[in-house]
């Protein structure tokens, strides 16, 4: 009989250090879309925050704490991270099992905003893209979702297909980085 063994993304190809920056695979747990139903964003916001703890969250940005997320991916739509959702939020909005669909990844450390800077449009300053704030958003050829997490810290989430991608156009972007200082 053949022994199947589960294998994240990046399985054995990261952390990965460069210069100042660290990139990690995180486990993003179960992974659900919410979708809420016409009318119902209030009422699953509600029921999402008395079963666990957390909002539903407005445009571009993220409730909830590492573990636990809920981040804003598109209108109308959010994805909650960590725990295996509560039956009873089917009642407003479609679930999603999406749980293998994506790669998860936390680029960290002082620098870590230029390597992202080289790789997406978006304003990504401190002062502009602040701690909670998410976007949807292109990561050089790649649909992603980009999250900051902390001062120098980011979540970022690609489709499980683009992992090796993802890799590539990071660890790029962390050497050039590092070549500059």
Do not use: C
């Amino acid at each position: 009989m053949v022994d199947l063994k589960a294998k994240t993304p990046l399985d054995g190809m990261v952390p990965v250090t460069i210069g100042t920056v660290t990139l990690r695979e995180l486990d993003g747990g179960v992974m659900t879309s919410l979708s809420p139903y016409s009318g119902q964003e209030k009422v699953l916001s509600d029921a999402l925050k008395s079963s666990h703890g957390m909002a539903f969250p407005k445009p571009n940005r993220t409730t909830g704490r590492e573990g636990a997320r809920a981040i804003w991916f598109g209108r109308a739509q959010a994805m909650l991270t960590g725990p295996m959702p509560d039956a009873g939020l089917a009642k407003h909005a479609a679930l999603t099992d999406q749980s293998d669909a994506w790669v998860v990844v936390e680029l960290k450390g002082a620098g870590s905003t230029d390597v992202l800077a080289r790789l997406t449009p978006i304003d990504l300053r401190d002062s502009i893209f602040k701690s909670g704030h998410t976007a949807r958003t292109d990561l050089m050829h790649m649909a992603a979702s980009i999250t900051r997490t902390g001062m120098d810290s980011f979540v970022v989430m690609v489709f499980r297909s683009m992992a090796q991608t993802l890799l590539h156009d990071l660890e790029k972007a962390m050497a050039g980085v590092a070549s500059r200082g």
